[in-house]
């Protein structure tokens, strides 16, 4: 992949993300965290401590791959860490997204998985969602848990803690994290309807996962 997201055009995408994360609920408080690569060795990205809901263009952050602050007079979220695992892990990436949706999160704490396939869309535009082990917030733990399924997912969830998703480009990235949180209450309605569910064959799974993972 070539080309990077201007950082002004970044620095908007970034702002309506966080709002529309804000609104929808994946969020509360000064929780998740927003990035898109701008370059080879620089990532825009959210602040800690600010709600992604309230945020400017001033606080934003300009960082390399190493997590060293370029520009910018707020400091970096501590989770940027898994942000920069995504980058360095796929280069075709180009924006990440965290976030703790209510529905996901709470697979995240009775730690179940989004693999069951019982939804079309859920299959092609986000494939198996597995759910991590345990990595405590902010240290080196949570990239690591994260690294094994970069080249292979769209995003996963994080045990006890979230979900983080990833694309090629930053609007994508927010909207498979709303498509997996779509996915969740899908499952957790159909749970308390009927645990005698109609699940797609492998025959017909195979053929969605022949037309998925366009990054």
Known sequence: MNGYMQPDEAKKAILDIGRRMYERDFVAANDGNISIRIGDNSVLSTPTGVSKGFMNEEMLVVTDLDGNLIEGTSKPSSELKMHLRVYKEN?????????????????????????????????????????????????????????????????????????????????????????????????????????????????????????????
């Open 91 to 215: 280069p075709d990436v180009r924006s990440v997204c965290h976030a703790h949706p209510v529905f996901c999160t709470a697979y995240s704490v009775v730690g179940n998985s989004l693999s069951e396939p019982i939804l079309a869309e859920a299959i092609l535009t986000l494939g198996d969602v597995p759910v991590l082990p345990y990595a405590e917030l902010g240290t080196e733990e949570v990239p690591n848990v994260i690294a094994p399924y970069i080249n292979t997912h769209y995003g996963v969830i994080l045990a006890n803690h979230g979900v983080v998703t990833w694309a090629s480009e930053p609007y994508k990235a927010f909207y498979r994290l709303e498509s997996m949180e779509h996915y969740a209450k899908i499952t957790f309605i159909t749970d308390l309807v009927s645990k005698d569910k109609r699940v797609l064959n492998k025959e017909q799974i195979e053929a969605l996962k022949k037309k998925a993972f366009d990054l």
